[in-house]
């Protein structure tokens, strides 16, 4: 089953058979309840994900128990990157909003299957900056959002000229 799930999901499909052989050995499906979290900020970034069924959302925690949400991942969307990406620990939370299937992928095992072949690691990394500029620019959209539903009034002579 992680051999299919492997070979037919688009960050894997193009390594050859025995890579995704020996990345299927350092990879397995875990089922998780909603609130359950897959990974929390901070911790050792040892392992990428990829969503089989379920929802999950990526929280990055603020001050005062608050968390800002980053990204909702859908089904065969991949969380985790930072574990690819000389990232030593996540930098958000990943927490299940219902009961979900994760694809569990050891990063080391993967870093070094890419290592071995650079043309396919050149395309993974690829689509995994991808990822990341999509999260930046829905990031970026949302602080827009936010900053333009502040009310402003223009300032008044005084106010400008310091009277």
Do not use: W
């Not at 875990?30 to 609130?35: C, D, I, Q």
């Not at 990943?94 to 080391?108: G, N, P, R, T, Y």
């Not at 890419?114 to 995994?128: K, S, T």
């Amino acid at each position: 089953m992680v051999i299919e799930k492997l070979q037919h999901h688009e960050l894997f499909g193009l390594l050859t058979p025995k890579e995704v052989e020996r990345l299927s050995g350092a990879s397995g499906v875990v089922k998780l309840g909603k609130g359950e979290r897959v990974y929390a900020h901070g911790a050792p970034a040892s392992h990428l994900f990829v969503l089989l069924k379920g929802k999950v959302e990526l929280r990055r925690p603020a001050k005062g128990g608050l968390s800002f949400l980053v990204d909702e991942v859908a089904t065969e969307g991949v969380f985790g990157v930072s574990s690819l990406t000389g990232g030593e620990r996540y930098l958000l939370n990943a927490e299940c909003v219902e009961d979900s299937e994760v694809l569990k992928v050891d990063s080391q095992v993967l870093r070094r299957i890419l290592d071995g072949n650079p043309a396919i690691g050149y395309a993974v990394q690829r689509r995994i900056s991808q990822i990341f500029f999509k999260r930046y620019v829905d990031a970026m959209e949302k602080l827009l959002s936010i900053v333009l539903a502040v009310p402003v009034a223009p300032a008044t002579a005084s106010a400008v000229s310091g009277r």
